[in-house]
């Protein structure tokens, strides 16, 4: 049995304009099916489709926008024209706003309906709602279809401030498993792919500087993936045709897979574990050893996070006990005992290190703000480190 030919199957992938819908079309005529190129782009559209003829698959594009019905309507009977009636359904149309985006000069409360809404709907009714009420319809009454919808991990963990995505893409992962059980019975499977970090058009910006370097934030979202790397279009498509393949996946709907890195893997024992090791660099001078109840460990190295970089340096040995910190009010404030008053507020943030020795040192408070920042950015914590660096650079000068 061939588990992932996909030969006599016709696909609609819909965002196939975009970098990662585009890969999965590509691999799923690559795995034999007949693939209907649906989005709004005509130039990026034809590309793709030439791409998958060039090697040697079957592709067309029909121009859809996925928040008009009439317009999905139009493609989906263009494209049963072409190819025959769809068995495979990806969803892959969405994306960020910036203007959904919340942001120090603009919170919550200030942000439009008309923006959140505008994020919102294009994530939700366009990425899930609209495609399958006007694609999966014939799918029941054939009984027999594949529906892959794209989430993202910022619908598993408050990511970033981008509150109108996360909580469309959220609805997603709901929406999901709400159809897979309504049309289990009906020969139509419903499940989704959670991709991590994968640099596209939406958040290029985002993860990357004009120049080409990248941003803070991309090295936060990196330090928090344990492969320590974003993930290629084409890495998707394995988890695609494994959820389109009925051969290969009969007995699954309602399932999430998660193709992240590991990043939703990164529990936040292993950011305590990665800042005990920063901390313990900076009072490696000083004579500390520390460690974080429930690793017990001892160091030989230390990694520290200068300006999203990974420096490594040997440790020196220590002839003192490792000291315990202990954590305290997970997931509230961040608080650490570096100050005069062994109280030194670092914002709202992930969690309290208290430290029993009264330790006054501008460097350690560098490159502990630095640590913070880099490791707890990927959660969408709020880190007041600038503030901190600042006042801890004109506390040494």
């Keep these: 049995m061939q588990l992932f030919d996909l030969t006599g199957e016709v696909a609609v992938v819909i965002g196939a304009t975009g970098v990662l819908g585009g890969a999965i079309a590509q691999g799923l005529a690559e795995a034999g ?34 928040l008009s019905r009439e317009s999905l309507r ?14 495979i359904l990806v969803n892959a149309a969405g994306g960020t706003d910036p203007n959904a985006v919340v942001t120090a000069e603009k919170p919550l409360e200030q942000l439009s309906f008309e923006a959140w809404k505008n994020n919102f709907d294009l994530n939700l009714v366009g990425g899930l709602l609209f495609p399958c009420q006007e694609f999966a319809t014939g799918m029941v009454a054939r009984a027999k279809g594949s529906i892959v ?15 109108a995505y996360s909580a469309a893409k959220a609805a997603v992962l709901s929406l999901t498993q709400f159809l897979a059980r309504e049309w289990a019975t009906k020969g139509v499977r419903v499940n989704s792919i959670t991709p991590g970090f994968f640099p596209a058009e939406q958040n290029r910006r985002v993860l990357f500087n004009p ?10 979202a990196m330090a928090h993936t344990p492969m320590g790397r974003f993930g290629e279009a084409s890495e998707l498509i394995g988890a695609a045709i494994f959820l389109a393949s009925h051969k290969a996946s009969s007995f699954v709907t309602g399932a999430d897979i998660r193709v992240d890195g590991g990043f939703l893997a990164q529990t936040i024992s292993s950011i305590l574990f990665s800042l005990s090791q920063s901390i313990a660099f900076s009072l490696s001078p000083l004579g500390e050893r520390v460690g974080v109840r429930g690793f017990s460990h001892k160091p030989k190295s230390a990694c520290r996070f200068r300006h999203g970089q990974d420096e490594r340096a040997q440790m020196p040995p220590r002839s ?24 030194c507020h670092f914002g709202r943030d992930e969690f309290v290190l208290p430290v029993t020795r009264n330790i006054a040192s501008p460097r350690l408070l560098i490159n502990f ?29």
């Design 33 to 66: 099916a007949k693939v209907a190129v649906l989005g709004r782009n005509t130039e990026r559209g034809q590309t793709r489709a030439k791409s998958i003829q060039k090697a040697g698959g079957q592709a067309q594009f029909f121009p859809a926008d996925a």
């Design 211 to 220: 120049d080409g370097t990248p941003t803070a934030r991309a090295h936060a």
């Design 149 to 163: 919808n794209i989430a993202s991990v910022s619908a598993h963990v408050p990511l970033s401030r981008m509150f």
């Design 320 to 343: 003192s006990p490792i000291r315990i910190l202990p954590p305290k009010r997970v997931l509230n404030e961040f608080t650490a005992s570096f100050a005069a008053r062994r109280r």
């Design 74 to 87: 139009a493609a989906r009977d263009s494209a049963e024209k072409a190819f025959g009636p769809s068995t």
């Design 369 to 397: 703000s630095i640590s913070s920042e880099a490791m707890l950015k990927p959660f969408g914590v709020p880190c007041a480190t600038d503030r901190l660096s600042q006042k801890a650079i004109s506390s040494r000068n």
